[in-house]
Structures are given as C-alpha cells and as structure tokens.
C-alpha cells in the first residue's frame, strides 16, 4: 500500500523491542526474585499473548467472540496433563488411580499440543457458530466457553482431566533458571523465557496480519458483503482467523499454568474473558501494540501499583477514609469505564509501534480510512 | 416414579419464573436498543445485596421491599443514563463492550462493600415458611413463583398493549429512527424499559434468593446468562417467548441436576454418573442448537439485514 513508506521506524520499534529483552534479562540477574516486578511482567507477557489472540479475531476480523477462556482453559489442561511427571501422577491423580496418561513430553511440544487442542476445539465449535452474527456469536462462544468447563470437570472424564480436582506439580516458569552443580541458581530465565514465548507467537500474529490473509481479514471486518463480493471466501477466513487465535489462546493459558502452577477449571470463567476483552479495548481494537502495552498496564495496575488503596493510608494525623480490601477494583474498574465511555479508541487507536515513530505520519494520512 | 420426579418439577418451575422475570429485562432492552445487557445479572445480584443491608438496618418488612425495588429501579436508570446514553450512536460493539465493563464494575463495587463474603439473604416471613405438596417439602415462595410471575407478566403485556408509553416501546422496537420523526421521546422510552427491566429484576431477586440463601458478587453472572438463553430461546424481543424459554430452561436445569437420582431409583443405572456437573452446560447446548436451527427463537420474528 504505502511503498515508499521508510524503514527507519520498523528498526527503531525493533531496537527498542531489543532493548526491553536486554533490560529484562539483566534486572532479572540483579533484583531480587521476590520482587512485585517479576510477577507483572510474567503475567504481563501471559496475558499479552492472549490478548493479542483475543485482538485477531475482535479487532482484526471483526469477530466477536467471548470464548478465549475456554480455549484457554484447554490450552492449560493440555499442557498440565502432559508434563506433569509420571512420578508425581500418582499425587495429583489420587482419586483417578494416577490417571491414564502415563508418559510426559517436553514443554515446547506439550505447548504446542496445547495450542493444537485449542484449535481443534476452536474449529469443531466454529462449524456451527460462525455462521452467527455479532451478538449471537458472542453470547454462543461465550457458551462453548461454559461447556467446555463443564465437561472439563465432569466425573466421567476425571482420568484424564482429574475431575474438579487441581493439577499441579508441571514444570513452571522457575524451572527455566538455569541452575549450578550446588544446586543453586546460575543465570535467571525464569521472565526471559515468557517474554521470548510471547514474542515469538505474538510475532507469527503479526506476519499473519500483515499477509495477504492479514489483508482479507480486515476487509471482512470492514464490510463482509463488500468483501465477499471481492472474492473472499468468507466461510474459510473466518474459520481460519478463530482457529489461529485459538490456538494462540491455547499456548497463552499453557503459559498461565506455568505462571500459576496450578490448573483448575473453575478459574476459568467467563469473567476470565471480560477482563481480557477489556485488556483489548483498552489498548485499542485492532494495534498489537496497543493490546500489548494495555496487558502490561492492566496487570501492573491490578497487582502493583494500586495495591496501596487496599491498605490503610495515613497521612500526617489524618487517615485516608474508604481505603480498605477491595477498593483498588473499584478505582479501576472506575478507570476502565472511563476508558470504555471516552476514549473509546484506547491507547493506541489502531496504530502500531512504527506508526507511532515515523514522524510523517499526519502528512501521509492512513489508507483504508 | 412420580413421587422422584415431582420435587425436581417443582423446583424447576420455581426457578424457571424467576429466570423468566429476569429474561423479560433482557428480552425487552435487546428489543429496543439491540444490546445485550451484560449488567442486568449483576443488577439482580446487587438488588440482593440492596435487600441484605436494609433488612439489617432494622425496618419493617413493608418499607423495605418498596424501597429495595426503588433504588434497584434508580441503578437500573442511572446505569443506562451513565454508560449506555453517551454511545447511543457509537457502533454496537462498543455498546456491549460498556455493558460489560458496567458488569465488571457493579461486581467489584459489591466485592468492595462486603469484602468478598458470603453474604446470608435475610428471611422473608411467610414466603420461607416450608409447606408439604404431595411428596414434596418445599419453601411457600417455590409455589408462589409460578403465579406471580403469571400476573406480572399479564400486566406487562397490558402495558404494551394498552398504554401509550407501550406504544411508544412497540414502535421504538419496530423502527428506531422512524419513530424519532414521529415525536416519540426515545430516551424517555429507553429509561422507561430499563426501570421495567430492573423492577421485575429486583422482584426476581427476593424469590431466587429465598431459595438460595447466600449471596456474593459473582451470584449475579449465572442466572443472568441463563435468563438470556432463555430470551433468545424464546425469540429475543417476545415477551411471552422469553417466559415460556426460561420456564422451560428452568424445567430442564432442575431435572437434569436430579438425573442421576431419578435414573438411579428408576433402575436405569447402577451407579451415579456425575450429570449434574451438565446442569449449566444443557442450557448452553439448548442455546447453540436454537441458535444454529432456528436463530429467531420460538417466537421471535425474522429479522433481515439489508445491505
């Protein structure tokens, strides 16, 4: 489209891209593990993987689809049910006998089997729903998502899935460190590895957005006759557009166990989605970048920076009123509708990082507007 | 084989009204302003909470349920008012996306107020009184339900039909922007169905909750999706659709809870199968099914998009 379009800002975003991996990995060395840092940037990096999944499908293609928790949901199971080591089985799987999978996987390969049960599920559930529109779309995965819970904690299945009953025990983000022959830990890895997990899916979502596929999508998105009268097969890129994010979303929640280290399907509610949608909107339908950003945002504010306005503040003689457990949600749900009702463009609109850097922007004006 | 099956009928159908006084807030603000109201869940669950800490202020019963159905009726305004208002000509999109973060927030307003505990639902005199039907021991309110939702929906139905705000709310919901040029007051007709909306929420909440005795901030979300199966199980816009779906949600729900019981005394099997873990699951499945073979429900009318 824009073919004269300089190089310079794409390597700025990538140097800066750079930058943010060196920085992690060096405070990694040097503060301490405990710190509130290392817990919003390793759910930070989970929920902008998910996020961005969630953003293909509403932002880009203009689907929109409440089920990311129950793909989710079987991306983590997936990956618990593999790794989980056989030694262990016995522990986790009391009631069930020590389960029926006898036999463990690396975590990539069980990551990957993760994503490619999500979008099995995500591609057996679309036959029926994508022919919906809009709202009943949405409330229809949203149900899915629900099913899928259900038959996740059902007896019948408990020696795969452990019934309600948590899995634990997997190999976690702390697994990653790599550790001396004292047993003690050499070099840390336990955030660099998130953030390369993130950043190498995330990067597939981008080439696929910018591709030709990526190009189809958003014309369904902006109007799917029109769209269908250029040739599109609606059917098919939708279709593929859902299974991808799933799969994405898979891989994300094999990378919240990981962060949790417990799996329980009753974590994964529909309030799960909403809080996702919300990380979306926030950051801008349609930007990677902004979806990325409003993760790291999201999850600071909720877990770090807010945390005080739960706790008794006194000031001089004078005591904050109000400030008790809870209140931090108040304040920012209070944020996010701000958001949602005024800047309904989010942080980002719908540019991206190197829109953001070239400084010609404003002359060149956006196509497809 | 009766005398197994006749609690579960009767619990079901207790449920199902008040699923049904829930649907018709759905049914009716999807009929005019095409939004699924994500918040009206939460309004149920939050008119609960209203009712926990009036009671415990010490009034009389006669006072608080008038004033408990009176500021569930003003939240159910301001929401509208505050978050729905301002994007009457944004996309869709965002219009459910602000549904959903009113949801969100009423949830972590009550969290913040209770401190995220159970909260006991006060006892209602007489409606909690237990009463014997055949072989069944019940609450009185399980047998009430069923009629008084029958009444409040005879008088809704007369309201539209017969009042001129009805009128107004029929031609709202026939053709948004016609009805503008003809004089009709839109927002006036909008507040109006979401004060309708919220009182028979605030209605449904002091039967539900008399029934399960405890409330917290995410008691809302379930029933509230429920209920909106049932709309659309009954045809989004119908009335009488969106009573008869969620009577017959709540039927199926109550039954399938007590399959394994019932299959269990009958022979059928031997030992339980875990079904109930379904009970929420069917709801679903009957709603993607309706969706897929008949998406205008089972009275709604079919709606065409022109391009």
């Known amino acids: ?369 | 084989m009766w005398d197994t099956i006749f609690p579960y009928l009767l619990s079901g159908i207790s449920v199902g009204g008040q699923y049904a006084l829930i649907a018709i807030g759905y049914t009716m603000v999807y009929g005019i302003l095409r939004l699924i109201n994500f918040a009206h869940g939460d309004v149920f669950m939050v008119s609960a909470i209203i009712m926990v800490y009036i009671m415990a202020s010490g009034l009389p019963m006669w006072i608080c349920i008038p004033l408990v159905l009176l500021i569930t009726v003003a939240i159910g305004f301001l929401i509208e008012r505050a978050a729905y208002k301002p994007l009457r000509s944004a996309p869709r999109m965002s219009v459910m996306i602000s549904a959903i973060g009113v949801s969100y927030t009423l949830q972590n307003l009550v969290l913040y107020i209770t401190g995220g505990l159970n909260k006991q639902y006060p006892t209602i005199p007489w409606i909690s009184d237990t009463m014997q039907i055949g072989a069944a021991k019940t609450k009185i309110v399980t047998v009430v339900t069923p009629f008084l939702v029958i009444l409040l929906v005879v008088a809704l139905v007369l309201l539209i039909n017969r009042t001129k705000i009805g009128m107004a709310m029929r031609a709202v919901s026939k053709d948004f922007e016609t009805s503008q040029l003809m004089g009709i007051k839109i927002n006036n007709v909008i507040s109006a169905t979401f004060i309708i909306g919220s009182f028979l929420a605030g209605v449904g909440s002091i039967l539900f909750f008399t029934n399960y005795p405890t409330v917290i901030q995410t008691s809302g979300a379930m029933p509230g999706l429920k209920a909106f199966v049932a709309a659309v199980f009954g045809g989004i816009g119908s009335i009488p659709g969106a009573v008869i779906g969620a009577f017959i949600i709540g039927i199926m729900e109550n039954i399938i809870k007590g399959l394994d019981v019932i299959l269990f005394k009958l022979g059928v099997i031997q030992a339980p199968l875990g079904l109930a873990t379904f009970s929420d699951a069917f709801t679903f499945a009957l709603l993607i099914v309706i969706l897929v073979v008949k998406p205008s429900g089972l009275f709604g009318e079919k709606v065409t998009d022109k391009v």
């Open chain 1, 1 to 369: 489209m824009n073919q004269k379009k300089s190089k310079k800002p794409m390597i700025i975003s990538l140097c800066l891209i750079a930058a943010v991996y060196i920085g992690v990995f060096i405070a990694e060395q040097f503060i301490p593990q405990q710190s509130m840092l290392f817990i919003v940037l390793k759910k930070g990096a989970v929920y902008a993987l998910v996020a961005v999944s969630m953003n293909l499908l509403n932002g880009f293609t203009g689907i929109f689809s409440l089920g990311q928790a129950g793909f989710m949901l079987v991306g983590a199971y997936v990956y618990g049910i593999f790794t989980i080591p056989v030694a262990e089985r016995m522990n986790v799987y009391q009631y069930f006998d020590g389960g029926l999978v006898q036999f463990t996987v690396p975590v990539i390969i069980a990551m990957i089997f993760s994503g490619l049960a999500a979008a099995l599920f995500a591609f057996l559930i679309g036959l029926p729903v994508l022919r919906l529109k809009s709202d009943y779309l949405a409330i229809a995965t949203l149900g899915f998502a629900e099913i899928i819970r259900a038959i996740f904690q059902w007896n019948g299945l408990g020696r795969i899935t452990n019934s309600s009953n948590m899995l634990n025990m997997f190999p976690t983000f702390n697994d990653f460190n790599i550790l001396g022959p004292d047993g003690k830990v050499t070099v840390y890895l336990s955030t660099l590895i998130p953030f390369i997990m993130a950043g190498v899916c995330i990067l597939l979502i981008v080439l696929l957005i910018n591709s030709t596929y990526g190009r189809a999508l958003k014309a369904i998105r902006d109007d799917e006759v029109a769209a269908e009268a250029m040739g599109i097969n609606l059917a098919h890129h939708k279709r593929l557009a859902f299974c991808v994010s799933s799969f994405f979303a898979g891989v994300g929640g094999a990378m919240l166990a990981m962060y949790q280290t417990t799996v329980q399907a009753k974590s994964f509610t529909s309030a799960m989605t909403y809080e996702i949608l919300l990380i979306v909107v926030i950051g801008g339908i349609g930007s990677v970048t902004g979806s990325v950003l409003s993760s790291f945002l999201f999850v600071a504010c909720s877990e770090w920076w807010l945390r005080f306005l739960d706790e008794k503040q006194i000031i001089g003689n004078f005591e904050v009123p109000l400030l008790r457990i809870g209140f931090r949600m108040v304040v920012f749900s209070v944020i996010i509708m701000i958001v949602v009702l005024f800047f309904r463009k989010g942080i980002m609109g719908d540019k991206e990082l190197p829109d953001l850097l070239s400084r010609s922007r404003k002359a060149k004006g956006r196509a497809g507007k």
